[in-house]
């Protein structure tokens, strides 16, 4: 089996990539040309896999990579995937993470259509939540321009699966974290800002709205349920999560009980951080992904977060996190 993954110098990428070559697939990456490339989270994987050269921007160069590969699987995780960051650069966020899918999608169709094709969606979709928890039928609301991408993004899938006959899927998942987790992201910064605080290189941390709650898993345990998915026999939409939410106040009680140090007393918090427009409330009902996939959460929050920590603590000090 040959693999194509865009997006694969990613947290999701990465771990997928470790999981298909476990499988004993040829693993191909799509990577953007840069001045400055960062490999970092697949360093240990470079001797293993193919690096080709394309962007979702440029249809021509997604064709010709297809075209080259000829994976019998494509896995879309590229995407400009940090919401704040979709209020500051909303054109571009709809550029890569809606109209880039099509790109793919095109690229696909036209090289061979018999390519099984995963989308990664999101449960940014569902925004401001038309109810709880969430499972494949319920409404989106999407309450940014990331969650608006990532909607038409998730529909134009749907629509080549059914206008084309194509086998796209795509897969909801809900938020999903671990050690390779970047650092602008709510559990990574606080996970480095507590190892930092532990190490006495800083004292203070600055948190947005404490009271946000997410279902927030482990990437290694997702990626699995993104391969399941294209090994059905049908084509099918799959929500995958935990059933469980946690605030963001519930993050940083964990996460500074691990170093020893009451939260309290080093975070600050800052109305800047607070999204134009807040998402309060996300949580997975994952039933028919452990029905049809047989796909369930192997790491628990807790345990995630500290994995988290002590693989920060271990960077910092010189060592090697995880």
């Known amino acids: ?18 999981l298909l070559l476990e499988k004993g697939y040829d693993v191909h990456g799509i990577v953007r040309r840069s001045s400055v490339e960062k490999f970092d989270r697949i360093a240990h994987l470079t001797d293993r896999i193919t690096l080709h050269q394309a962007d979702l921007l ?12 000829r994976p019998n699987e494509v896995y879309n995780l590229a995407a400009q995937s940090f919401v704040p960051t979709s209020w500051k650069q909303p054109l571009l966020t709809g550029e890569f993470t809606a109209l880039g899918v099509t790109r793919v999608l095109e690229a696909v169709r036209a090289v061979d259509p018999e390519i099984r094709f995963y989308q990664a969606s999101s449960s940014e979709m569902f925004g401001s939540v ?3 928890p969430q499972n494949e039928l319920t409404p989106f609301y999407p309450r940014s321009p990331y969650g608006v991408a990532k909607v038409y993004g ?19 998942l809900f938020n999903h974290e671990s050690p390779r987790r970047g650092l602008e992201f709510v ?41 399941l998915m294209l090994q059905q026999d049908e084509p099918e939409d ?15 009680e964990i996460a500074f009980d691990e170093i020893g140090r009451d939260w309290k007393e080093h975070v600050d918090l ?4 607070i999204r134009p427009a807040e998402v ?13 996939l047989g796909w369930e959460p192997r790491v628990k929050f807790d345990e995630l977060i500290r994995m988290m920590v002590r693989s920060d603590l271990a960077l910092l000090s010189g060592g090697a996190g995880t």
């Open 1 to 18: 089996m040959i693999a194509l993954i865009t997006g694969l110098t990613g947290q999701d990428g990465s771990y997928l990539a470790e």
């Open 58 to 69: 440029d249809q021509l160069s997604l064709i010709d990579a297809i075209r080259e590969v």
């Open 130 to 132: 038309r109810e709880t």
């Open 154 to 172: 998730h529909f134009i899938t749907v629509n080549y699966r059914e206008s084309y006959d194509l086998y796209a899927v795509s897969g909801i």
């Open 187 to 227: 559990t990574r910064k606080v996970s480095w800002n507590a190892a930092r605080i532990k190490l006495g290189l800083s004292e203070r941390l600055s948190i947005g709205n404490l009271e946000a709650q997410r279902d927030w898993g482990y990437a290694a345990d997702y990626v699995e349920a993104m391969w």
């Open 238 to 252: 799959f929500v995958v999560g935990t059933g469980v939410m946690h605030s963001v106040q519930d993050l940083l």
């Open 270 to 273: 800052d109305p800047s951080l």
């Open 280 to 292: 309060e409330h996300l949580c997975a009902d994952a039933s028919k992904a452990r029905d049809l």
